[in-house]
């Protein structure tokens, strides 16, 4: 599975890195790779993950969920 996140609110590296290890804590990820210039984090996985939970979880670090959306 692909998942798309769209989130606002990075403006550099560490900011990336934030989101990018609070996916990691929380779920069962092959990648993950936020990028604040297009405002997106995209999430590689075996498993389908619970999207109200990731919602939660990008909150939690403060940067703003706009949505995700689920590739394959
Ligand atoms: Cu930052």
Known sequence: MVYNIEIEGMMCGMCENHINESIRK???????KANRRKNLCTVKTDTEI????LEAVIKETGYT????????
Do not use: A
């Open 26 to 32: 929380n779920f069962d990820v092959k990648k993950v």
């Open 50 to 53: 619970d999207l109200e939970k």
């Open 65 to 72: 969920f706009k949505g995700v959306t689920k590739e394959k």
